[in-house]
């Protein structure tokens, strides 16, 4: 009898307040300190192009290529020589596709990080995170961010780890199925 309730009330407030998102932001800049507790992991990890990422044997890996080109930076964590994870950032015109979080000159998003499922746990993302973090740093980029979703949380921890802070909490609402969305910006001190 319970589940149903709690079934009807998610119906309810889906009629009600319509599609939702919530996503926290988090947040790393030139001048902030080293995580105290780096990965004990260690893989090589580097800037790849779209052709790297296309020639992966993985499907997983290759249905990422899209987010590779122009405006954008790819790096991948390898283990020997397998691809085991990617993440890109998306900076300039590129990211005004997305243009959820709005973003100053030097500053860009990691708008896309993914591991196989073999390497999970692993501490692959982590090790992608602040490699990359460290290589966007070296590009001249003074900030960057990434969007996750509010209850994922192995990506969570994973840019704990790396030394990022949440910055903010977003929720995104469409009452009634209006025709533009509203949106609530809970900045963190």
């Known amino acids: 009898m319970q589940s149903l ?3 009807l009330a998610k ?3 889906r009629l009600l307040f319509g599609d939702y998102s919530a996503y926290l932001i988090y947040t790393r800049s030139a001048g902030d300190a080293s995580p105290t507790r780096p990965g004990s992991v260690t893989f090589t990890i580097g800037p790849v192009d779209e ?4 020639a992966s044997p993985d499907p997983l890996i290759r249905e990422q290529a899209g987010y590779a080109g122009p405006g954008s930076y790819a790096y991948a964590c390898f283990d020997d020589d397998r691809i085991v994870g990617v993440c890109f950032y998306w900076f300039g015109e590129r990211y005004l596709k997305r243009n959820f979080w709005p973003l100053g000159d030097k500053e860009a998003k990691l708008v896309q990080i993914i591991s196989l499922p073999p390497a999970r746990g692993r501490g692959v993302a982590t090790a992608l995170i602040t490699a990359s973090y460290q290589d ?3 590009k001249g980029f ?4 990434a969007r996750i979703w509010h209850s994922n949380t192995p990506s969570l921890r994973a840019f704990e780890r790396a ?3 949440r910055v903010a909490l ?3 609402i469409n009452p009634l199925r209006r025709s533009k ?8 001190k």
């Open 5 to 7: 309730m709690r079934e």
């Open 11 to 13: 119906k309810l407030a």
């Open 51 to 54: 052709s790297a990422i296309n």
């Open 136 to 138: 966007m740093m070296k």
């Open 142 to 145: 003074s900030r960057v961010y």
């Open 163 to 165: 030394g990022w802070r």
């Open 170 to 172: 977003v929720f995104e």
């Open 181 to 188: 969305s509203i949106r609530l910006c809970l900045r963190s």
